[in-house]
């Protein structure tokens, strides 16, 4: 018979889960707001993170932002960076606390 799944595998799931989504809107978002390229660019790579998922990300995250980095905007685009690290840091205490709880009512 199939048994239902437990709380420490949801919270193992969300533990991968989470941060791979959260890294994944960060790096579109972060191409969305690329005033360096043009709209065409924009539009493979919004097919790209579409279709590619997390490879896709990853790969703009790899080719791109060196070049984000020295665009005169680098420190309103440090700001947005810092703003979705701080997201991803609650998403973490989130889990961590699930994790605590989880526990604590076994």
């Keep these: 018979m199939h048994q239902p799944p437990t709380v420490s595998s949801i919270v193992i799931s969300l533990m991968i889960i989470l941060p791979v989504i959260t890294f994944w809107l960060w790096m579109f978002q972060d191409m969305m707001n690329n005033d360096n390229l043009p709209s065409e660019s924009k539009n493979n790579w919004t097919l ?59």
């Design 48 to 106: 790209a993170f579409l279709f590619g998922n997390v490879f896709a990300a990853a790969f703009y995250y790899a080719t791109q932002i060196e070049q984000v980095e020295n665009d005169r905007d680098a420190a309103k685009r440090k700001k947005v960076r810092r703003d979705l690290a701080i997201l991803a840091g609650g998403s973490l205490a989130f889990l961590a606390a699930a994790i605590v709880i989880s526990f604590i009512h076994r």
